[in-house]
Every structure is written in C-alpha cells, then in structure tokens.
C-alpha cells in the first residue's frame, strides 16, 4: 500500500546518516533525500541542503548508502533537487539543467527510481512564452531520464511567494491546464508528478480531482497542508503576494480535505510514496520543534495507514 517518508530538508543540519537513522528510529519507510550540489548559494528557505552529493557517487560511497538503508530498513523515494531550469540567465539555467542530469544519473547509480524537481519558469514572461522555452529545454533532460530508466516528478509548487518571484513565480507546472500542455509536447510517460495538494488549495482549486485525472502521471506525493485566511484575503485579494493571505501548515492544520485526498489515492490503486513537506513557520524555532513538526505530522496521516 501507501509508504509513508518525508522530505530531508527539513533536517537539513544533519547528515546523510543521521536522516536515515532518525527515519528508521520514528516507523517511516522512506525519505525524499534533498541533492543540491555542494557548492550551492541558494539561500532560499529549504533549498540547497545536500544529503547526497551524486557529484561524489563512487562505488565506496554508493556501497556505503546502500548499507545505511538496508541496516535502517529504510529506501530512498526519490533524489529531490529544485532550482529553477527556465531562469533567464542562461549561465544559471545551463547550470541548474545540468545538475538535474547528474541527480538523474545519480539516482540511477543507486537504483532509486525517481527524481523530483521543478519545471522553471521566467515569472516575467507568460505562460505561452514559458512552454514555448520548455519545449527547447525540456526534451534533453527527459531523454537522460528515459536512458537512465527513471521518472521525473515535477511538484505543482508556483514558486510564487517572495517579491522576487513576481508576478508569475518560478515554476511553470502551477495547473492542469499546464500539465495537458507539459504532457503534450513531452508524452513520455517518463514526465510526471510531485503532487502536492497545499498549492491548490491557495489558488482556489480542488485538490482531489487531479489524483483522478492524471493517476497515470503520479510519480510522487507531498503531504504538506495550506492554510488560507480568508480575512487575510478579503483584505489583499487574490493578486497580492501569496504569503500575504496564506500559510503552509502540517498535515491536518490546514484546508487540504485529507479524508477525500487518501480515499482518491487508493481509489485509483496509488502505490507509491506519500512524503510529508514541512514548511510550516510554527515549528521553526528549534530542532526540538522540527522533529515534532514530523512526528505530528506522522501521527494525524497513520490514520489513512493500515
């Protein structure tokens, strides 16, 4: 059935091993590992943690996870890097596009099945511009994906919370209308998913219906929980910056109807990972709270479990 995991960069001042201990420790079957390169500046809340460098894969160290996991009971869902691959700088997009090549060899090395990551998007440019671009861009990353034998998740994440991703955001996959779009110009069945229910719920959209209408394309799911405060939005409007009228929030402290979201996975026979995303403020202000933000977590989805 489901196998529950959660996402590593919420631990991201602890090592490789640690992660995979604490995982074991707590009664989860897997972990999104987080593969930002090594060097990474990206100063962005939960990106450039590196709890697998796939830049230093040599056998000893492939060897060596393998360990880990097998002794922890433990799997790797997915190698998870998300920059932003259609930036307009083209020094940074060439960069970013050729480090998800090296995640997707890196997964393939250690025989874990998908990598999740994002789309891109240029926010100053449209939707119509930005496809045009990743029709250019996108089919060669693919093909690595379908040489290497592994799937590509993208998260409907917008991107869209900071100033500096007005006003269209950083990744593209924000819809279904530009999921028919993505799948279109790539059919491979090789590009799907990272379905995370919280970025429809701050957009206005059913969260439920997509897990029935691209069943097929869910490669991977985030259990990760949007809060909208409609006096905050009553105030601001829908235009306004996200986070004006919104919050991330754990697994059952926000709007995501989890009954209706876990009765659609296991309507359409889902039966892979359900990976819990901590982005929620609250739990921030120690390492104490981090692990209870899991935990918590953990304990309200177990009811969906058998």
Same mark, same amino acid.
């Given at each position: 059935?489901?196998?529950l995991?959660?996402?590593?960069?919420?631990?991201? /001042?602890?090592g490789?091993?640690? $992660?995979?201990q604490?995982?074991s420790?707590?009664?989860?079957?897997?972990?999104?590992?987080?593969c930002w390169?090594?060097d990474?500046?990206?100063s962005?809340?939960?990106?450039?943690?590196?709890h *697998?460098?796939?830049?230093?894969l040599t056998?000893a160290?492939?060897?060596q996870?393998?360990?880990t996991?097998k002794?922890?009971?433990?799997?790797?869902?997915a190698?998870g890097?998300y920059?932003?691959?259609?930036?307009?700088d083209?020094?940074?997009?060439?960069?970013?596009?050729?480090?998800?090549?090296?995640?997707?060899?890196?997964?393939a090395?250690?025989?874990i099945?998908v990598?999740?990551?994002? *789309?891109?998007?240029?926010p100053?440019?449209?939707?119509k511009?930005?496809?045009?671009?990743?029709?250019? $861009?996108?089919?060669?990353?693919v093909?690595?994906a379908e040489?290497?034998?592994? &799937?590509?998740a993208?998260e409907?994440?917008?991107?869209?919370?900071?100033?500096?991703?007005?006003?269209g955001g &950083?990744?593209?996959?924000?819809?279904?209308?530009?999921?028919d779009?993505?799948?279109?110009?790539?059919?491979s069945?090789?590009?799907?998913?990272?379905?995370?229910p919280?970025?429809?719920?701050w957009q206005?959209m059913?969260e439920?219906?997509p897990i029935?209408?691209y &069943?097929?394309?869910?490669?991977?799911v985030?259990l990760? /929980?949007?809060?909208?405060?409609?006096?905050?939005?009553d105030r601001?409007?829908?235009?306004?910056?996200p986070?004006?009228y919104?919050?991330?929030?754990l697994?059952?402290?926000?709007d995501v109807?989890?009954?209706?979201?876990f009765?659609?996975l296991? /309507?359409?026979?889902?039966?892979?990972p $359900?990976?819990?995303?901590?982005?929620? &403020?609250?739990?921030?202000?120690s390492?104490? /709270?981090?692990?209870?933000?899991i935990?918590?977590?953990?304990?309200?989805?177990?009811?969906?479990?058998?």
């Amino acid at each position: 059935m489901l196998q529950l995991g959660f996402n590593s960069a919420i631990l991201a /001042d602890f090592g490789f091993e640690h $992660v995979v201990q604490f995982a074991s420790n707590h009664g989860f079957s897997c972990v999104e590992m987080m593969c930002w390169p090594s060097d990474n500046a990206d100063s962005r809340r939960y990106a450039g943690v590196t709890h *697998i460098n796939v830049l230093d894969l040599t056998p000893a160290r492939v060897s060596q996870i393998r360990h880990t996991l097998k002794e922890a009971n433990v799997f790797i869902s997915a190698l998870g890097y998300y920059p932003n691959p259609l930036d307009p700088d083209p020094n940074r997009s060439e960069y970013f596009i050729e480090h998800i090549k090296e995640v997707i060899r890196g997964a393939a090395k250690l025989d874990i099945p998908v990598v999740t990551t994002f *789309i891109g998007r240029d926010p100053s440019k449209s939707i119509k511009d930005n496809l045009a671009r990743f029709a250019d $861009v996108w089919p060669a990353i693919v093909k690595v994906a379908e040489e290497n034998n592994i &799937k590509i998740a993208i998260e409907n994440c917008p991107m869209f919370f900071t100033d500096d991703e007005w006003p269209g955001g &950083k990744n593209l996959a924000i819809s279904p209308a530009v999921w028919d779009r993505m799948f279109e110009i790539i059919p491979s069945p090789t590009l799907g998913l990272n379905y995370d229910p919280s970025h429809m719920i701050w957009q206005m959209m059913d969260e439920t219906y997509p897990i029935y209408n691209y &069943k097929s394309r869910l490669h991977h799911v985030h259990l990760k /929980d949007a809060k909208v405060y409609k006096n905050k939005l009553d105030r601001v409007g829908i235009m306004a910056n996200p986070l004006e009228y919104h919050s991330p929030k754990l697994p059952g402290l926000g709007d995501v109807n989890w009954r209706a979201f876990f009765a659609a996975l296991t /309507d359409v026979r889902y039966r892979g990972p $359900v990976v819990i995303e901590v982005e929620d &403020k609250a739990y921030e202000g120690s390492i104490k /709270d981090v692990q209870s933000a899991i935990l918590t977590s953990r304990n309200y989805v177990r009811q969906f479990f058998g």
